[in-house]
């Protein structure tokens, strides 16, 4: 049975533990109102249509008040109702920022604390009060993706944000999260919530095409996602069915004014035996799917016309190949890069292996492009991949594969290969060009009649190697 002192010290806990519960709420409420305040300061606009909706009750009362704002609650509803899409564009993401970010701030602070994200000043070292990541901007984009601007404290680095990704997600309800750099200092932390990639694209031809930024697809911001094919090589990687196809076929879609017009021949090597290119074969200027010592002489034929082309531009005092109708840009297409020596044998290995080296390290001030489909980027290919300078990943089996494919720390930035689903094929993550950004996108898809189509419109049968000029009477006795 419990004493007399006992059960007054019992009382004095449960005193103690309420009146931390109190002091706990307060402080919450204390720091919503100074959140609260700190949003609305910052948010000139939104301060003016109070002082005004205020200004306009004192003068006029309520009820005409009542009306206006209703009139213009149903004039937005009406507006979303018959056009979604551009009432979400210029009005719905607006309020919905406004909303996020007057909301956000309120309730970042605990989220930030449990999600991890603190750091202590090394000059204070308050453990009961950590500095945490502020939030600067809260926007909703056109694709309605969410982005947190966050400044972080003392102590903290974009590196620290990118390790609690997956608990912001959680925290935040959102199906993915991954940070942009931004200025030292600052960082944006992304929040996907609903899939704007959830929908096939179809592919869109631009109108003046370019080798600089041939299109193929779309990015998660609902922009054209296009690729530099001109001074540099291609990597996709992904797993059976993850849709390289499709990323390949929306660049041969990309070219095709180019290859019409003479200043770009694409080369395909399918070592599937043409179930993958086959279709298309219309399209290019030489193509192989046969056997693998055929696969090899193309790639030694491309070697050798390097070889020429570099000794034509040293001759001439250039470093970049400019591309010509005479001289046009090549684009070797390669499904499945490991397939290629699979079944070969060993001396034919060493020779296709030669050829490939040479010209990824070579071909790209030659005007030589080398575009790789790999499933499994783990295996031989590892030899290869750091020689591709621009690399996509769509969807992987292995988190590990993702840093392997697309570089050093792309996982801590966000990429999630391995999280996409066998739903949506043609979905993955790029590296954004000369930054350490990653961006999700989504390659554009020709069906199988779209693809018939386009392969129908270049009705001229791919190049056959130049007849071998033989010596002796003519059979015809010309
Ligand atoms: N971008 C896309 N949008 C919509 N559907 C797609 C897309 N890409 C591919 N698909 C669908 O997914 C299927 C598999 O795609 P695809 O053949 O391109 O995969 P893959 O990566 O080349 O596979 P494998 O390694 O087995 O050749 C296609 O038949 C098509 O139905
Ligand atoms: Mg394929």
């Not at 007054?8 to 204390?30: I, Q, R």
């Not at 991890?116 to 809260?138: H, K, Q």
């Not at 070697?303 to 090549?330: I, M, S």
Request: some cysteine; hydrophobic content about 45%; aromatic content about 6%.
């Amino acid at each position: 049975m419990a004493t007399n002192g006992e059960r007054a010290s019992g009382a004095d806990d449960l005193a103690s533990m309420a009146l931390d519960g109190v002091v706990e709420t307060v402080s919450l409420l204390v720091s919503a109102i100074a959140a609260l305040a700190w949003s609305l300061l910052r948010r000139p606009l939104l301060v003016l249509v109070g002082t005004v909706v205020t200004a306009g009750w004192l003068r006029f009362g309520a009820e005409p008040l009542a009306v206006a704002a209703l009139g213009v609650v149903v004039a937005l509803v009406i507006w979303r109702i018959i056009a979604p899409d551009v009432y979400f564009s210029y009005a719905g993401r607006h309020l919905a920022g406004l909303v996020r970010g007057v909301v956000y701030p309120i309730i970042w602070r605990r989220l930030a604390r449990r999600a991890g994200l603190t750091a202590y000043d090394a000059r204070s070292l308050r453990e009961d009060d950590p500095d945490m990541p502020a939030i600067v901007r809260v926007r909703v984009t056109r694709a309605r993706v969410e982005r947190i601007l966050l400044r972080l404290p003392v102590g903290m680095s974009p590196d620290d944000v990118a390790t609690r990704l997956d608990h912001i997600a959680t925290a935040f309800r959102a199906s993915e999260a991954r940070i942009v750099p931004h200025k030292p200092g600052f960082v944006w932390v992304e929040l996907v919530h609903k899939d704007p990639l959830a929908r096939v694209v179809t592919p869109t031809g631009g109108a003046d095409p370019l080798l600089s930024a041939v299109p193929l697809g779309r990015n998660e911001d609902g922009s054209l996602w296009a690729v530099r094919l001109r001074g540099t090589h291609l990597l996709i990687a992904g797993a059976t069915g993850s849709g390289k196809g499709s990323v390949l076929w929306a660049m041969a879609f990309g070219l095709r004014d180019l290859v019409r017009r003479g200043t770009v021949e694409i080369w395909g090597i399918d070592p599937k035996g043409g179930m993958e290119l086959g279709p298309g074969k219309n399209l290019f200027a030489r193509f192989e799917a046969g056997s693998p010592e055929a696969m090899c002489a193309t790639l030694e034929d491309l070697v050798t016309l390097k070889d020429e082309r570099a000794r034509a531009l040293a001759d001439v005092g250039l470093r970049l190949h400019e591309p010509t109708v005479r001289v046009p840009h090549v684009v070797v297409i390669i499904d499945e890069l490991a397939t290629l020596t699979a079944f070969a044998e060993r001396a034919v290995v060493r020779r296709i292996e030669q050829a490939l080296g040479l010209l990824l390290t070579q071909g790209r001030a030659c005007g030589i492009t080398v575009v790789a489909a790999v499933q499994d980027p783990g295996k031989d290919v590892v030899t290869w991949r750091d020689l591709f300078p621009t690399r996509i990943a769509l969807r992987l089996d292995n988190p590990i594969q993702t840093d392997m494919v697309l570089g050093d720390g792309a996982r801590d930035l966000g990429a999630r290969p391995d999280h996409i689903s066998e739903l949506t094929p043609g979905v993955g993550y790029v590296r954004v060009e000369g930054t350490r950004a990653i961006r999700r996108v989504r390659a554009a898809y020709l069906d199988d009649d779209a693809l018939a189509a386009l392969n129908q419109t270049f009705v001229t049968p791919p190049t056959e190697p130049a007849p071998v000029a033989v010596a002796g009477p003519d059979p015809q006795g010309r």
